[in-house]
């Protein structure tokens, strides 16, 4: 029998606010535990929550993206649950009125095609502090505890690992762009829940979803689903389907590569939602909505007009616009005056191939500028490419100038008409055998006259110009 593979994903990305959602506190990573809290993070009796305005400006920015309904009123609700890193024992969320309602996202595939995926909804909500456990012993840090959340919930229309990777890779790429959250995985500003369940083929009913919790990189994510998928199929094929798959919230072992039960998934009347009395519903005004509507160039609009405007290979686009930090270095570049077509390669091939332990093109040595300026040489004819690998190499190591680098180097590419005919008529008197064959038809005899000319100039001629000084004195 074939399945039919049924994905849904709860993504949690962080707001980038200077403080937290309901009080005042920073909103920091690595810092010394239980430092960044007060008595309204701590949920100590008297302290009463005040909504920060910045985190309903970045989900109205969010909501405008994905082609949302942005309500103007929403509601905070109580979620009741116990958990050791949720000091009030509930989370202020959102329920029965999100912020943003609806929406979708478009993801994209190798061959040119392209699905739509349905947004259910995005709230606003707290996160919880952090369990780090050491043997028998959990320490609890509430510094994290209170940091806005933005919870994009989609709909159940992803049948795929693939898909699953793609859909989180374009909702990244868009908060980057929004500059609504870092997004930073490592630090569990993104992380995600998947839904999974399976189905024969040809069926439209749902069956029963495990949940995998708190999941913070596409590898794993990618390895959690496989392994579920697998587990929920064999279950299935060995007639246990419905006592091995129950509703579920699991967790996923890397180092075992195996999702295991965490406990059972709870329904929405288990957390006995009501409105937070302690919070008036949120009311966005007019001139409030008209503001935050206004968001920068999304990854799709930035793909599309980098092909145009600048002539270069959609999949060339959708590499370079992937990343925000990409995007932006590359138009630097060609404000710089670099070609675009050449920029691509020097961008992606050779300046990437040398960035290695966590070194971005944020934190490159070899900026735009210079990336960009080295890219105009060669274009220019004042060095060949090779040479401006060599010169990027040292750049890497050294922070100079491009041009004070190629002389510095001595990589100048020899152009002059004068120099260039010495060089060539010395090669041709030494070689009146080679040039007879030359002239009697052999025509390919010009790639040894090619290469003893740039042997004789030690690398420093320009190619191009030595090929029609050649044909001119061999013809």
């Given amino acids: 029998m074939k399945f039919e593979v049924v994905i849904g994903l709860e993504i949690h990305t962080q707001l980038n606010t200077k403080t937290k959602i309901f009080c005042s506190c920073p909103t920091s990573f690595g810092e010394a535990p ?29 909501g405008t993206a994905i082609g949302a309904t942005v309500h103007k009123r929403s509601i905070f609700n109580r979620k009741n649950y116990f958990y050791p890193d949720l000091p009030k024992g509930y989370q202020i969320s959102q329920f029965e009125i999100p912020i943003v309602e609806g929406g979708s996202v478009v993801i994209d595939f190798e061959d040119g095609s392209q699905k739509t995926i349905g947004v259910t909804r995005a709230h606003l909500e707290e ?83 495990a949940e995998i919790k708190n999941l913070n990189s596409f590898k794993f994510i990618q390895k959690a689903i ?52 302690d919070l008036l519903p949120v009311i966005v005004p007019d001139e409030m909505m008209a ?14 007009r980098f092909v145009e405007e600048y002539g270069i290979k959609e999949y060339d686009a959708a590499v370079i616009t992937a990343e925000v930090e990409m995007a932006h270095f590359y138009e630097v570049m060609i404000k710089e005056g670099a070609g675009a077509k050449k920029s691509v390669t020097w961008l992606t091939v050779e300046l990437l191939a040398r960035l290695s332990g966590g070194v971005t093109v944020l934190t490159s040595p070899v900026n735009a500028i210079k990336l960009g300026t080295l890219v105009k040489r060669i274009e ?46 010395t090669i041709i008197a030494a070689n009146g055998d080679k040039v007879e064959q030359y002239r009697a038809g052999k025509d390919k005899l010009i790639g040894f006259f090619v290469g003893q000319t740039m042997k004789a100039s030690k690398g420093t001629a320009n190619p191009a110009k030595v090929n029609e000084l050649l044909k001119q004195r061999l013809s």
């Fill in 291 to 304: 503001e935050c509507v206004q968001i920068p160039e999304l990854p799709d609009a930035k793909k599309k």
């Fill in 127 to 209: 996160d919880a502090g952090k369990n780090t456990h050491y043997g028998a012993e959990s320490h609890v840090d509430l510094n994290r505890a209170g940091t806005p959340l933005l919870e994009i919930v989609s709909e159940p229309d992803m049948r795929s690992a693939d898909e699953v990777i793609r859909y989180l890779k374009k909702v990244h790429a868009i908060l980057r762009y929004l500059d609504i959250s870092n997004a930073n995985m490592q630090e569990g500003s993104f992380r995600c829940d998947v839904n999974i369940s399976i189905r024969p083929f040809g069926e439209d009913k749902l069956y029963t979803r």
């Fill in 226 to 277: 496989e392994y579920e998928v697998a587990r929920q199929v064999e279950a299935w094929e060995d007639g246990v389907y419905e006592t091995e798959v129950v509703q579920e919230t699991r967790l996923y072992d890397a180092d075992r590569d195996e999702t295991r039960s965490m406990r059972g998934k709870e329904d929405s009347a288990e957390y006995r939602y009501f409105p937070d009395p």
């Fill in 380 to 425: 220019d004819g004042t060095i060949s490419g090779k040479a401006a690998k060599e010169v990027l190499d040292f750049m890497m190591e050294n922070d100079l100038e491009v041009d004070a680098v190629i002389e510095q180097l001595g990589l100048k590419q020899m152009s002059d008409d004068g120099a260039l005919l010495e060089i060539i008529d």
């Fill in 34 to 62: 239980n430092t960044n809290v007060c008595p309204v993070c701590l949920a100590l009796p008297g302290a009463l929550p005040v909504l920060n305005v910045e985190v309903v400006k970045k989900s109205i920015a969010f």
